[in-house]
């Protein structure tokens, strides 16, 4: 059973192939059009404009902070009543060595904010 989404996929591997697709071509579109040049980099609202733009023809929430819970195997991301204060705490978190970023990332893929199309799945 595939997530409730906008092109009416109910097969969770048709899904999967239609999001990279069109995520991919979206991406190219992003940079082709220098759309990417207007956002701050390393913000939560920057990384959540991208989310919408990649996502948008495909879901509904795309762009929107996720509203469930959820993991991934035994892992489970950061729950829904911390995940905006978990945001914010990542938002002000430097970013001027490359040890800052990283952690940053890392920090921001444990948050898991959309839900679907994160960093890592």
Do not use: C, W
């Amino acid at each position: 059973m595939a997530l409730q989404n906008k092109l009416g996929i109910t097969e969770s591997s048709e899904l999967a192939r239609e999001e990279e697709r069109i995520s991919k071509l979206r991406a190219i579109e992003l940079f082709e059009r220098n759309i990417i040049d207007d956002l701050e980099v390393g913000s939560f609202k920057s990384l959540a404009k991208i989310h919408k733009f990649l996502f948008e023809e495909i879901y509904d929430f795309a762009g929107t902070i996720r509203n469930v819970n959820i993991a991934k195997g035994n892992f489970r991301f950061a729950p829904v009543m911390y995940l905006e204060a978990s945001l914010n705490h990542i938002d002000s978190m430097p970013q001027t060595t490359f040890d800052e970023i990283i952690e940053k990332y890392v920090e921001m893929n444990i948050a898991h904010p959309f839900r679907e199309g994160n960093i890592i799945k």
